[in-house]
T-cell receptor, first 113, second 119 residues
Framework: DAKTTQPPSMDCAEGRAANLPCNHSTISGNEYVYWYRQIHSQGPQYIIHGLKNNETNEMASLIITEDRKSSTLILPHATLRDTAVYYCIVRVASGGSNYKLTFGKGTLLTVNP | DAGVIQSPRHEVTEMGQEVTLRCKPISGHDYLFWYRQTMMRGLELLIYFNNNVPIDDSGMPEDRFSAKMPNASFSTLKIQPSEPRDSAVYFC?????????????????FGPGTRLTVT
């Protein structure tokens, strides 16, 4: 799987958009970009994933650059409850004996009032 | 659905004792995962099951750890004997190969975790 690089921490003002970057310059054509987050003392939570097109759901938007070497997770109106560690994971679609994720260190997003 | 259920939520035990952690996955999910999280090592996958069959246990630290899934609605992770270095938060997660969109996905749903302290 391609290696990902994320800043260790970021700050964002409440009500503003939070833009979390992820670099995956060695990504291959069949690897997806997944985002999870982990709020303190809770289990990780799936947010969104994409291959090459931008994606949006009720939680966030995922913007993937045209060359796919980087992506940005956007929380359009951050709230205090969005304070969490955000994990960017790159993974090829593979079931059976290889259906697993590896979580790195992620980005600690702190939303300030 | 109530989501993934884990019990107990907290466990404090003495070194050498047997510890059993329990997990009930989301109904209909055919994959179940056990993870361990510590400050030093982050979130590590220990083992996962597909249709109740263990698929990959390469993350299980040593023979003191064992996991079973006797049926589709229940799994256990056992540590015998426990050691202080086993202190961690243990998460169970479940998923389907096809996510909520009906396409292949790594959408995993995590339980609240069991915080284990071995003294």
């Amino acid at each position: 799987d391609a290696k990902t690089t994320q800043p260790p921490s970021m700050d964002c003002a409440e009500g503003r958009a939070a833009n979390l970057p992820c670099n995956h310059s060695t990504i291959s054509g069949n690897e997806y970009v997944y985002w999870y987050r982990q709020i303190h003392s809770q289990g990780p939570q799936y947010i969104i994933h994409g291959l090459k097109n931008n994606e949006t759901n009720e939680m966030a938007s995922l913007i993937i650059t045209e060359d796919r070497k980087s992506s940005t997770l956007i929380l359009p109106h951050a709230t205090l409850r969005d304070t969490a560690v955000y994990y960017c994971i790159v993974r090829v679609a593979s079931g059976g004996s290889n259906y697993k994720l590896t979580f790195g260190k992620g980005t600690l997003l702190t939303v300030n009032p | 659905d109530a989501g993934v259920i884990q019990s107990p939520r907290h466990e404090v035990t003495e070194m050498g004792q047997e510890v059993t952690l329990r997990c009930k996955p989301i109904s209909g999910h055919d994959y179940l995962f056990w993870y361990r999280q510590t400050m030093m090592r982050g979130l590590e996958l220990l083992i996962y099951f597909n249709n109740n069959v263990p698929i990959d246990d390469s993350g299980m630290p040593e023979d003191r750890f064992s996991a079973k899934m006797p049926n589709a609605s229940f799994s256990t992770l056992k540590i015998q004997p426990s050691e202080p270095r086993d202190s961690a938060v243990y998460f169970c997660a479940s998923s389907n190969l096809l996510g909520t969109s009906g396409r292949f996905s790594y959408e995993q749903y995590f339980g609240p975790g069991t915080r284990l302290t071995v003294t």
